[in-house]
């Protein structure tokens, strides 16, 4: 039904469907009465942010700093990753969480006549902003099933479909909702083909889960091609998805852009704070890493001795393949308090997106299924 106030709104708007979140715990509980329910559904850190942090944010809160603005600049937190970057602090753009950044970017560089281009079950954010700012998209067809990293990116693909009027490439690395991730070598070689003035937004929100070997060098390649933005999130490994902090490095050209269309207190205080002391508790990351990577090789090996299939991952998710409609499995797991999260908007309506929890937590997730495969 078309009213009078969609007649004027963004034609991409009215075509949009809003982004799903994972369901949060306490609808669960609300529905299905189910007690105790596991939420593996929205890749969070399952121990939780550093405690020093913790520690920071409750005396923050105690303190009376927070009836003030926020430093719109996030001096202290620039600082902080500019050491751990070896990057100015000019190259630094701070986000509300790196959705944030990537709604910077697409209105700085999108808009009709403009294209986005993007992988098949690329995160769906990008297509999100992209249709948003009227922009054309151009989804390039992933891998196959039977390529050595199925459904993950296809840069050469995307390569072949460069043209002048795309403006802005996403890439994800590793890629979510599919875990997959790109050779090092890749990316550079691709860099290499795309014009200067061609954007290539590079999407690591998982990148301190993967392998070292695997994980490439984006900062160094920052230095050789002024068009590559990188972002990262503390979201993720860092555990502070509730407070919401992410930043892009880039040129400092491309981040004074960025920062004329950012609003000006984009990250609050105790974001900045969290992020700010996080960065400085290496360890917890550490231990986080290692409990994702151990949890990872166990549940792979047991959901493949289950008969199903199971994406390659670098990420702290897996995407599992049930070679059929993968509904009922997922209200099988919501009926025994397992949320987890369906892929079919995501053109894979027959896998389901497990987050790695706890050892507990994940115990549960198989105990459910086996339940439910058995049946
Ligand atoms: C989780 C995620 C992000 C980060 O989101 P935040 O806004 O930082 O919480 C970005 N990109 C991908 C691919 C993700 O999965």
């Known amino acids: 039904m078309t009213q009078a106030i969609h007649k004027k709104a963004i034609s991409g708007v009215l075509s949009l469907e809003a982004y799903t979140p994972g369901m949060p715990i306490e609808e669960l509980q609300r529905k299905l009465g189910v007690a105790e329910a596991v939420k593996l559904s929205s890749n969070e850190n399952p121990l939780g942010m550093s405690p020093i942090a913790r520690k920071a944010v409750a005396d923050a809160i105690m303190g009376t700093d927070l009836a003030r603005y926020p430093d719109g600049s996030g001096f202290r937190l620039k600082k902080k990753l500019a050491e751990m970057h070896k990057i100015a602090a000019d190259c630094i753009t701070l986000g509300n969480g790196s959705n944030d950044i990537i709604e910077l970017l697409g209105r700085v560089y999108l808009g009709p006549g403009r294209k986005a281009m993007f992988s098949a079950h690329a995160f769906a954010v990008y297509s999100i902003i992209a249709q948003s700012q009227d922009a054309e998209m151009i989804v390039v067809p992933a891998r196959p099933m039977t390529d050595a990293m199925p459904l993950g990116h296809d840069l050469n693909a995307f390569a072949a479909k460069l043209a002048p009027d795309v403006s802005l490439i ?174 079919a908007s995501y053109e894979m309506p027959e896998f389901l997106r497990v987050s790695i929890g706890t050892e507990r937590e994940n115990d549960r997730f198989l105990d459910a299924l086996k339940d439910i495969l058995k049946a």
């Not at 994800?172 to 997959?180: D, E, L, Q, R």
């Not at 860099?191 to 984006?218: C, F, Q, R, T, W």
């Not at 555990?239 to 852009?257: C, F, K, Q, T």
Request: charged share 20%.
């Open 170 to 343: 996403f890439i994800a690395n590793p890629n979510n909702p599919t875990g997959t991730w790109l050779e090092p070598g890749e990316i550079e070689a691709f860099l290499n083909k795309v014009p200067a003035d061609v954007i290539v937004a590079l999407d690591e929100a998982y990148y301190e889960y993967m392998d070292p070997k695997l994980s490439g060098n984006s900062r160094a390649l920052l230095d050789k091609f002024p068009n590559l933005v990188v972002f990262r999130t503390f979201s993720k490994a860092y555990g502070l998805a509730g407070l919401r902090a992410g930043y892009a490095l880039s040129s400092p050209e491309m981040a004074d852009l960025l920062n004329r269309v950012r609003q000006p207190f984009n990250n609050n205080s105790l974001a900045l704070l969290a992020a700010e002391v996080a960065i400085e508790d290496q360890a917890h990351v550490a231990k986080s890493v290692e409990l994702n990577t151990r949890e990872v090789a166990r549940l792979s090996k047991e959901l493949k001795a289950l008969g199903l299939t199971v994406l390659p991952t670098q990420a702290n998710f897996i995407a599992i393949g049930f070679g059929r409609d993968a509904k009922p499995v997922h209200q099988g797991l919501l009926e025994r308090g397992v949320i987890v999260r369906p892929v």
